[in-house]
C-alpha cells in the first residue's frame, strides 16, 4: 500500500528552465509534507516542507505546492542549475506521527 | 554545529548472521529515527526511539531492534540476517519538543550487504 507515490522515475531538463516534481498521496490524515534531495553516497537532504493550513511555501529557488482537494503536491525548481541533478523524495506524515512516510523517488538531471 | 553520522559505511555479513549500526545524532537532538532504503525505493520507517525508550515501530519483524544512549545516539540492531536485508540503513535525528518542526535530518547511511 503505496501512501506517497512519485509516478515519474525521471525528469531531465534544460539548466535555467523550471523543473517540476511531482507527489500524489492517498491518506488523507497526513498533514505536513517535505521535499528532500539525495545525492549518490549520501543521506537525503531536507529541502522544503508545508503544512496542510498552507497551498505554498517558498525557499529561494525553490516552492512547493500543496492541493488538499486532489491530494497532490509539487516542487518548482527555477531557475534550474546542474547542481540540482539527484534523486528528489516526497514524504509526509500525520500530526503527532513518529515516522515519515516517502515516495519512491524522481531521479532529476539537469542538461547544460 | 555536528551533523547526523553513522557507522560503519559499509558492512558485508552472511546470511544468519547478527549486525550492529550505529548512529550520533545532531547536536540539540533527542530524537533518532531508522529508516531502511532498498534500490530504487524511498527509504521505510523501522523505528524512533525518544528519550531511550522506542516511540513508533514500522512493518519490521522483531529481529530488528534498537537502543538510543544518554547521549541520544542509537544503535539499530538486526539478528538473523536475511538476504533481503540488503540496504542502505540510514539514520535521521530531530527535536520532538513543543513547538518543534516535523523535519528530520539524516545521515549518510551505512550500506548492509548480505551474502
Known amino acids: 500500500d503505496q501512501q506517497v507515490k512519485q509516478n515519474s522515475p525521471s525528469l531531465s531538463v534544460q539548466e535555467g528552465r523550471i523543473s517540476i516534481l511531482n507527489c500524489d498521496y492517498t491518506n488523507s490524515m497526513f498533514d505536513y509534507f517535505l521535499w528532500y534531495k539525495k545525492y549518490p553516497a549520501e543521506g537525503p537532504t531536507f529541502l522544503i516542507s508545508i503544512s496542510s493550513i498552507k497551498d505554498k511555501n517558498e525557499d529561494g529557488r525553490f516552492t512547493v505546492f500543496l492541493n488538499k482537494s486532489a491530494k497532490h503536491l509539487s516542487l518548482h525548481i527555477v531557475p534550474s542549475q546542474p547542481g540540482d541533478s539527484a534523486v528528489y523524495f516526497c514524504?509526509?506524515?500525520?500530526?503527532?506521527?513518529?515516522?515519515?512516510?516517502f515516495g519512491q523517488g524522481t531521479r532529476l538531471t539537469i542538461n547544460p | 554545529e555536528t551533523g547526523v553520522t553513522q557507522s560503519p559505511t559499509h558492512l558485508i555479513k552472511t546470511r544468519g548472521q547478527q549486525v550492529t549500526l550505529r548512529c550520533s545524532s545532531q547536536?540539540?537532538?533527542?530524537?533518532v529515527s531508522w529508516y531502511q532504503q532498498a534500490l530504487g525505493q524511498g527509504p521505510q520507517f523501522i523505528f524512533q526511539?525518544?528519550?531511550?525508550?522506542?516511540?513508533g515501530r514500522g512493518n519490521f519483524p522483531p529481529r530488528f531492534s534498537g537502543l538510543q544512549f544518554p547521549n541520544y545516539s542509537s544503535e539499530l540492531n538486526v539478528n538473523a540476517l536475511e538476504l533481503d536485508d540488503s540496504a542502505l540503513y540510514l539514520c535521521?535525528?530531530?527535536?520532538?519538543?513543543?513547538?518543534?518542526?516535523?523535519?528530520?535530518?539524516f545521515g549518510p547511511g551505512t550500506r548492509l550487504t548480505v551474502t
Open positions: 547536536s540539540g537532538h533527542n530524537t
Open positions: 514524504a509526509a506524515t500525520e500530526r503527532g506521527a513518529q515516522k515519515l512516510v
Open positions: 535521521a535525528s530531530s527535536t520532538k519538543d513543543r513547538g518543534s518542526s516535523y523535519e528530520q535530518y
Open positions: 526511539y525518544y528519550r531511550e525508550e522506542e516511540n
